[in-house]
């Protein structure tokens, strides 16, 4: 059973080391996977989707300030902070830089370049979801061998 377990951490490992290669993830992920050892085996397999939850509900209220006319950039600039927050904590790193060219948009009150930039969060939040269900299921069959 240990050598499963250890096999199972290679492979995270790898995958992580992957995505920081990539650009998608930054040495924050590594950071936030070390507080399971400290507060629960089951701490990263709970935070990844309620992280998921908060992008996608933070998504869907951007795309609804941004349809609202006229747009309130103050809302959208809160929303944007308050996603480049979310993506930063965990080490989610090209959405954490796409955040910035949103707030940049929505800095300079540009509605097209606003809509833009949503589309590129979209893209790089499914990238990255796809990346962080993986790790889910690593982390869920690594505490499930050492239980």
């Avoid at 995505?19 to 924050?28: F, M, R, W």
């Avoid at 996603?83 to 707030?103: D, H, M, N, P, Q």
């Avoid at 969060?121 to 069959?141: C, P």
Wanted: glycine share 4%; proline share 2%.
């Amino acid at each position: 059973m240990a050598a499963n377990t250890e096999a199972l951490n290679q492979q995270l490992q790898q995958i992580v080391n992957s995505l920081k290669e990539q650009g998608i993830l930054d040495s924050q992920f590594w950071m936030v996977h070390s507080l399971k050892e400290a507060s629960s085996p089951f701490f990263l397999a709970q935070l990844i989707p309620m992280f998921c939850h908060n992008v996608q509900t933070t998504l869907r209220d951007l795309n609804r300030t941004l349809e609202k006319e006229p747009v309130n950039y103050y809302d959208m600039n809160e929303l944007t902070m308050k996603l480049k927050g979310c993506t930063s904590s965990i080490g989610a790193r090209r959405l954490a830089l796409a955040c910035v060219t949103l707030w940049r948009a929505v800095d300079n009150k540009n509605k097209d370049g606003c809509g833009s930039a949503l589309n590129d969060i979209r893209q790089e939040y499914q990238t990255l979801r796809s990346s962080l269900d993986r790790i889910v299921e690593l982390e869920r069959r690594i505490v499930s061998h050492q239980a």
